[in-house]
Structure formats: C-alpha cells, structure tokens
C-alpha cells in the first residue's frame, strides 16, 4: 500500500523552527520527485519546495533563505526544515511525491506559528 506519512509539525513561536519530515511507503522513493504543500486559511495549496529526482530544487518566494528541502533516499524520507518562522506560514503541510503518471499525497500535518 502506498503511503506518504508526515512527521513534525506542531506550534512554534515567531522566529522558531521546526523540522518536516515524510516518509515514503509502497513506491520507489529515488525516482520521485518529493515537494511540499502547504494550504493556509482561506488560501489554495501552494508549492513550498520541491526537490526533484535529479537533485535539482525549487522554492515558492515566501520561504526562499529560510526553508530548506533534503531528502534521504537510503531512508526513503525528504525533509523541510523551516527556519524564522512567521504567523504567515501557518498552514497544513502536505508531502507529495510525483514520478510519470504516479502522483501521491500525504495526509498533512499542521503547522502554527504564533506568541
């Protein structure tokens, strides 16, 4: 069975950091390339950052110089370290992974930032 399962997210105050991870179940995790998502309130899902297969990445503006996309193949996991956090990243955060005509999403997990 196919899984994309996030750890990680929880409640941070502004300037804060956390740590993303997602762990791939059920798919040949090299060859994918693995993003994150994010969906704020009252706002569509947009792209954070994405690393693709070749090693290449790719950040959304709002997050470029404080975020930072990995990924382990040996583990089968990319991360997303977040770093000086701001109110406007709260959000869920959902993992995806996308390789041809394959697509997979993570359930998300909930990150708040806030005094």
């Known amino acids: 069975q196919v899984q994309l399962v996030e750890s990680g997210g929880g409640s941070v105050q502004p300037g804060g950091s956390l740590r993303l991870s997602c762990k791939g179940y059920?798919?040949?995790?090299?060859?994918?390339?693995m993003s994150w998502y994010r969906q704020g309130p009252g706002n569509q899902r947009e792209l954070v950052a994405e690393f693709s297969s070749d090693g290449t990445t790719n950040y959304g503006d709002s997050v470029k110089g404080r975020f930072a996309i990995s990924r382990d193949n040996a583990k089968d996991t990319v991360f997303l370290q977040m770093n000086d956090l701001k109110s406007e990243d709260t959000a869920v955060y959902y993992c995806h992974g996308q390789w041809r005509g394959f697509e997979y999403w993570g359930q998300g997990t909930q990150v708040t930032v806030s005094s």
């Open positions: 059920g798919i040949m995790f090299k060859f994918y390339s």
